[in-house]
C-alpha cells in the first residue's frame, strides 16, 4: 500500500529522479537525530546533465524557477533515500537555503527560489512551509542555475 506522500507525489505527476553520486568529497545527506540535512544539488535535466546558465545573462527568470523545482524534486530524492524510502516519516521541512546564479543586477532571486519553495508545499502541505535564505551568487559549480541544500525534520 502507498504512503500518503507516495500516493501524493503521484496525484502531482511526480516520479523522483535516481538520486545522483556527489561530485566531490560530501555525502548526498547526514541524519542525526530527527533532522536529515539535505547537501546542496544542483539541477540535473532529463538528459542527465547539468542545467547551467546565468540568470538575467541567457537564462529566464521562469526557466530559473522551473530548474529551482528540479533541484527540489532532487532534494526530495536524498530525502526520500534518507528516509529508507518512506517519505511518510518527514514531519516537515525545516529550511531551505539557495544560490541562484545570477547577474549582479538581477534581484528577483526570491521568486526564482519559490519553484523549489511551492513544491515543498504541493509535496507535504503545510508541513512543507518553511524558513529560507535565497542569495544570488557569481558563480556556482560547473556554471549551474540553482544549488539548494535543506534540512528537514523526519520521525
Not at 35 to 49: E, F, K, M
Not at 75 to 90: E, N, P, T
Not at 101 to 107: A, M, V
Amino acid at each position: 500500500m502507498a504512503g500518503r506522500i507516495a500516493t501524493r507525489l503521484n496525484e502531482l505527476g511526480i516520479t523522483l529522479p535516481k538520486l545522483g553520486a556527489p561530485i566531490a568529497n560530501y555525502v548526498p545527506y547526514r541524519v542525526t537525530g530527527h533532522l536529515a540535512h539535505i547537501s546542496g544539488h544542483g539541477p540535473v535535466g532529463a538528459d542527465g546533465r547539468y542545467v547551467t546558465g546565468m540568470v538575467g545573462a541567457g537564462v529566464s527568470p521562469e526557466q530559473a524557477t522551473a530548474t529551482a523545482r528540479i533541484v527540489g524534486l532532487q532534494l526530495l530524492s536524498a530525502l526520500s533515500d534518507a528516509c529508507s524510502g518512506d517519505l511518510d516519516r518527514v514531519r516537515r521541512c525545516v529550511r531551505l537555503f539557495g544560490l541562484i546564479y545570477c547577474r549582479p543586477d538581477f534581484t528577483a532571486v526570491p521568486a526564482v527560489m519559490n519553484g523549489a519553495s511551492n513544491l515543498m508545499v504541493a509535496v507535504f502541505g503545510e508541513a512543507g512551509r518553511h524558513a529560507r535564505t535565497t542569495i544570488g551568487a557569481r558563480a556556482l559549480p560547473m556554471g549551474i542555475s540553482v544549488e539548494i541544500d535543506a534540512i528537514f525534520e523526519i520521525a
